[in-house]
């Protein structure tokens, strides 16, 4: 994953939000050539959607499915309007997200063009580069698995980013230099490609390691979660601009290395909820208040989970502190060997008791 401090614009897509989870479709293509530069949107959609369609977002990573809210809103304490896809297959999970900023001022474009530790793509907007990254923590090889694109023009930023999960055992690396051409023409379909010949540069043998700055994760650390839960394996870190996700090594697998741990934090946002404060089962030592709420669904398409017999089960914690809340999501496949649903729950509770934000 990139870091915060090299990037420019931060998508807001979370796989979870504050209050629901939405898997929609994005709306059908309103033109190839992306939204206003007054950044209008036109009917019901995000910006960022109508620029990269469920059709171009399939041609850059085979089968993808909207994912997220789908709003002509940009996310609460974000600049960009934002558009998410993922996908599995035997080779494991992937994610492309958008970050459209429109109109961008003159500091955004300022701080696009000064993205650090990035290399130049000829053929797009006023000014396009390229980074890479490797996997996590510990990935033997490193390789430049992530690619981003930031991306310049006019009075617009755009930022793709195309994550790729550890590969499931026997399937291989993911190719840095497709993912990147990939983004690139994808670009150019969505209406970026200035007239100029499409040239990608080579992605590096061995891509940065991850690393976070992100404030919402220092809430708990990667140690902190996997010591908490039991799991074995050093978590991925998948930071988001108000969101950070934890993801484990065995997303197929039941018991703790299975889990998808998130964290979201909205400042100022506690007067929107739509009663006297959340909703659930009481949990005291968070926050003011908290809640608590289990559900479970199957392990299928929608999951982007290896198929399997095993339901997740989704835990999550919403709390409020003075104006701000806070949203913590635990997904796992709970096994017949391991600690309980209940068990579970008791670990997150202990996890997140006392956490400040």
């Known amino acids: 994953m990139p870091t915060r401090q090299s990037l420019s614009v931060r998508p807001a ?3 979870m939000a504050v209050l629901v989870l939405l898997l929609t479709s994005c709306a059908a293509p309103a033109g190839q050539g992306g939204p206003a530069s007054s950044g209008a949107s036109i009917g019901t959609t ?11 977002a399939a041609k ?7 994912v997220g809210q789908n709003t002509p809103d940009r996310p609460i304490g974000s600049k960009a309007y934002s558009c998410g896809y993922m996908s599995k297959s035997d080779k494991g999970m992937t994610n492309l997200s958008v970050a459209l900023i429109s109109p961008a001022s003159d500091a955004d474009i300022a701080k696009a063009r000064s993205t650090s530790d990035c290399s130049p793509v000829t053929g797009i907007g006023d000014f396009a580069c390229l980074q890479w990254t ?7 090889g490193g390789a430049s698995a992530n690619a981003v694109l930031a991306a310049v023009r006019g009075n617009e930023t755009l930022e793709m980013v195309y994550l790729a999960s550890p590969p499931s055992a026997g399937a291989g690396i993911p190719d840095g230099n497709a993912m990147a051409r990939a983004l690139a023409q994808a670009a150019v379909d969505a209406g970026w490609g200035n007239g100029s010949p499409l040239s990608v540069p080579a992605a590096p043998a061995v891509g940065a390691p991850t690393t976070t700055n992100n404030p919402v994760c220092a809430l708990t650390s990667p140690d902190e979660v996997r010591q908490a839960f039991g799991a074995k394996s050093a978590p991925q870190v ?12 065995e997303p197929g697998t039941p018991g703790p290395d299975s889990m998808v741990f998130s964290i979201e934090v909205l ?3 506690a007067s929107s909820l739509p009663g006297p404060g959340v909703r659930g089962e009481a949990v005291d030592g968070i926050g003011d208040s908290a809640s608590f709420s289990m559900t479970t669904e199957p392990s299928g398409p929608k999951s982007l989970r290896p198929a399997g017999d095993v339901p997740i ?3 999550m914690i919403s709390a409020v502190r003075g104006q701000n809340i806070a949203t913590f999501v635990a997904q796992v ?15 997150m509770i202990n996890l997140v008791r006392g956490v400040e934000f």
């Open 238 to 249: 998948l930071p988001g601009e108000v969101s950070c996700r934890y993801t484990f090594s």
């Open 267 to 269: 400042k100022g946002a």
């Open 46 to 56: 995000s910006p960022a959607c109508d620029l990269i369609t469920p059709e171009i």
């Open 60 to 66: 850059a990573v085979p089968g993808v499915i909207p």
């Open 134 to 140: 490797g996997y996590f923590r510990g990935e033997t």
């Open 313 to 315: 089960t989704i835990l």
């Open 13 to 15: 897509v979370t796989v």
């Open 333 to 347: 496949l709970i096994s017949p060997t391991g600690p309980t649903a209940e068990q579970t729950k008791d670990q």
